[in-house]
Nanobody, 114 residues
Framework: QVQLVESGGGLVQPGGSLRLSCATS????????MSWYRQGPGKQRELVAS???????NYADSVKGRFTISRDNTKNTVYLQMNSLKPEDTAVYYC????????WGRGTQVTVSS
């Protein structure tokens, strides 16, 4: 059974930092591309960052220089380090795995507010 479980969300002030984790099971993690998406209030889900099985990364323009995606194949976990957070980063953050098919987690809420 495939499971992707996000954690690390919460309430943070503008300018603050959070580190999201997505722990996976039931997939060959090292062979999967992993991505973080987010869906803000009243908005469509959008790609935030992705990392290939080989470690290549890609970021949305809105988060470049502030967010860093990384993976630990020994822990079957992908991370999203988020710095200099802005109110517009408020969203539910989801992780996704992709190899022959896609799997999604249930998301973790990030709220950036003073």
């Amino acid at each position: 059974q495939v499971q992707l479980v996000e954690s690390g969300g919460g309430l943070v002030q503008p300018g603050g930092s959070l580190r999201l984790s997505c722990a996976t099971s039931g997939i060959i993690f090292s062979m999967n591309a992993m991505s973080w998406y987010r869906q803000g209030p009243g908005k469509q889900r959008e790609l935030v960052a992705s990392i290939t099985s080989g470690g290549g990364t890609n970021y949305a323009d809105s988060v470049k220089g502030r967010f860093t995606i990384s993976r630990d194949n020994t822990k079957n976990t992908v991370y999203l380090q988020m710095n200099s957070l802005k109110p517009e980063d408020t969203a539910v953050y989801y992780c996704k795995s992709r190899r022959f098919r896609e799997y999604w987690g249930r998301g973790t809420q990030v709220t950036v507010s003073s």
